[in-house]
């Protein structure tokens, strides 16, 4: 679930930790997912992104698994860090279409 | 830096002003949007321009008028603008190849309507 402001999800770690982040989307036909990281203050950063043809995809620290069974799509990031602390959007498109974002999720990372 | 940049950062505005937001890339992409980012708000996208040509507008009232000279640069005009107006206002940049592909994003305006 996903909301920004004042009701904006907010996922709280440990420095050191691995941070699981969800998205649900609702458009079966949905074919290509990515992830965005925007830290105060600045525009959405590419992550990583992914392929309805494939089920998980990892980068540097970054892991995106995709359920397409249930529409759900999850970034792992692993020994979180103070820098990661941002608010992390998913988005989804089909076919030519434009990406349709989600509202976001804060992550908080304590030292 | 992400190639893609936008003046001014922040802008404070009346109801009766004009003004223009202006946007340019430096990655050789052929495709540039508009988005709003409000909050308690998904990115909400306004226009997209692909070669130039505009291919999309999403019911964005007219007091928002876009403009694409040519593929490195966008501009948004703005007058007789609403509070709820206020937002952060990004623009970004892809390289259409007619499958989807990622955006790459200024970091936004930053717009005040009092």
């Known amino acids: 679930g996903e909301s920004v402001g004042l009701h904006l999800p907010t996922l709280s770690v440990q420095e050191g930790d691995n941070s699981i982040i969800n998205c649900a989307y609702s458009n079966s036909a949905s074919d290509y997912f990515i992830w965005y990281k925007q830290e105060s203050g600045k525009g959405p950063q590419f992550i990583i992104d992914i392929r309805s043809n494939m089920d998980k995809r990892q980068g540097q620290r970054v892991t995106v698994l995709l359920n397409k069974t249930v529409k759900h799509l999850s970034l792992q990031i692993a020994a979180t860090q103070p820098g990661d602390s941002a608010v992390y959007f998913c988005a989804e498109a089909s076919g030519y279409s434009t990406l349709t974002f989600g509202k976001g999720t804060m992550l908080l990372v304590s030292p | 830096e992400t190639g893609v940049t936008q003046t001014p950062r922040h802008l404070v505005m009346g109801m009766t002003n004009k003004k223009s937001l202006k946007c340019e890339q430096h990655l050789g992409h052929n495709a540039m949007y508009w988005y709003k980012q409000s909050a308690k708000k998904p990115l909400e996208l306004m226009f997209v321009y692909n070669f130039k040509e505009q291919t999309e507008n999403n019911s964005v009232p007219s007091r928002f008028s876009p403009e694409c000279p040519n593929s490195s640069h966008l501009f948004l005009h703005l007058h007789t603008l609403q509070p709820e107006d206020s937002a952060l206002y990004l623009c970004?940049?892809?390289?259409?190849?007619?499958?989807?592909?990622?955006?790459?994003f200024g970091s936004g305006t930053q717009l005040s309507v009092l």
């Open positions: 970004a940049s892809s390289l259409r190849t007619g499958d989807n592909e990622k955006l790459f």
